[in-house]
């Protein structure tokens, strides 16, 4: 079996391979997916039988950013299938619970990475994951607390973008209210300051 190490290493021989001048070309990301996906499949199933979770977590981490921060030709939708397998790993992290890489440690490390250093559809994705996933109360607090701080500061500019984070925001306070199991009539009257296509399809769900 590979080792942590070797794992790491082969995800930057990987990129390395794909890359020409700073960019991956639509053949090479092809390659580039499917190594990414066979790499993310098989040291998620050799980690984690040897109890490895935080090693894995970092791994996937790492395939996640240096995903996400290096320009491509993506038309043929490989993002998606790579994702995809990176929550696999995710979910074998977070189902473990390991006293090592434990919720509020995984947790930490989903906000620390919605500070817009991450391009925004690769963001889009930590952050659905951090909403729908952690329910122990100190953490749905955390989850309150931020998203009505970062609705605060988005609302002080006019950016037609932030205005857009700040829906999105709402829109996902009301999961956490619900998994917070605030009255339903609470949840309601926030729901009426969300301006999403989607807000009626949610709060359908939450009800």
């Known amino acids: 079996m590979p080792t942590f190490k070797e794992y790491r290493t082969a995800i930057n021989q990987i990129f390395a391979s794909n890359t020409r001048g700073g960019f991956i070309d639509y053949y090479h990301c092809r390659r580039l997916g499917g190594d990414m996906t066979d790499l993310i499949t098989e040291a998620t199933k050799e980690l984690s039988s040897y109890g490895e979770y935080k090693e894995l977590f970092d791994l996937a981490n790492k395939a996640f950013l240096k995903w996400g921060k290096t320009d491509k030709d993506d038309s043929a939708g490989d993002t998606q299938i790579f994702v995809y397998y990176v929550e696999q790993a995710w979910n074998q992290v977070y189902e473990a619970n390991d006293v090592r890489i434990t919720h509020a440690k995984m947790y930490d490390w989903f906000e620390k990475h919605l500070d817009g ?64 199991q605030k009255p339903i009539e609470e949840i309601r009257e926030a729901a009426k300051d969300t301006n999403t296509y989607s807000v009626k399809e949610t709060m359908a769900e939450i009800e």
């Open 117 to 180: 250093s991450v391009i925004d559809y690769m963001e889009d994705i930590l952050f659905e994951y951090l909403i729908h996933h952690f329910p122990e109360l100190d953490l749905l607090q955390r989850k309150q607390d931020y998203l009505m701080n970062r609705i605060e500061k988005k609302l002080q500019t006019k950016e037609s973008y932030d205005r857009f984070d700040v829906d999105r925001c709402r829109e996902y306070l009301l999961y956490v209210m619900a998994d917070m």
